[in-house]
């Protein structure tokens, strides 16, 4: 008999980051508090300079504490700048193309909202992992898609690759979604904007997933 590896948490950076230095504290502090599997980098909007700031502030950070760095959006920026990965969504290049520009090592992960079939596509098409969400409402983006935590067991039930919840995910309301077979929770204001700070938001965490 297989036993499914532990859920963990998939960071993502607050989508502005006007104080560069105090962030990467935060962050300092948030990986030293416990496992962390991978920090998305999701500035929204920003130019193309401000993201090259942020990845070479951030993504050494990131690495001292062996956590993988995915960069939103943006397949030719995480080539450029040593990403160790990309998210892609609907309005961005499409997997295979990221693919093509980052090459095989790279992790690329999928937005596909509460759609089954959309994750078949971008497993097919070579992702590493398929996001669904939004599972809660969240201030940190507008969304419409409301799936059901049953997509996470029928997904971990019968693919190989990895599945990320995402969306309003935090501390209190975490439970369920690890509880269906989540494979990563996907989580920016439930860390970043917890009450007790982002360490002890990621101790809870982690706590939950033990
Ligand atoms: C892990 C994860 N899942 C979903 C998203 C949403 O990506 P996208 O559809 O590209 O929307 P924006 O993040 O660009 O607003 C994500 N970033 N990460
Ligand atoms: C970036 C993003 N994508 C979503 C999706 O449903 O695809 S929800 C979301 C916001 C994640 O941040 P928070 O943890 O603060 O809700």
Known sequence: MTSKAPCRLYLITPPALPDLDAFAADLEAALGAGDVG???IRLKPAGDDQVRAAVRRLLPVAHAHGVAVILNDRPDLAAELGCDGVHVGDE?????AARRILGPDAMIGA???DSRHAAME?????ADYVAFGAFFPTETK????RPEPEILTIWQETMAIPCVA????TVDNARPLIEAGADFLAVSAGVWRHPDGPAEAVRR??????
């Open 111 to 113: 937005t596909c909202r």
């Open 205 to 210: 965490f982690n706590a939950l997933m033990g």
């Open 142 to 145: 507008d969304t419409t898609a």
């Open 166 to 169: 995402i969306g309003g995910i």
């Open 92 to 96: 961005d290049p499409a997997v295979d």
């Open 38 to 40: 991978a920090l998305q």
């Open 122 to 126: 971008a497993a097919e098409a070579g």
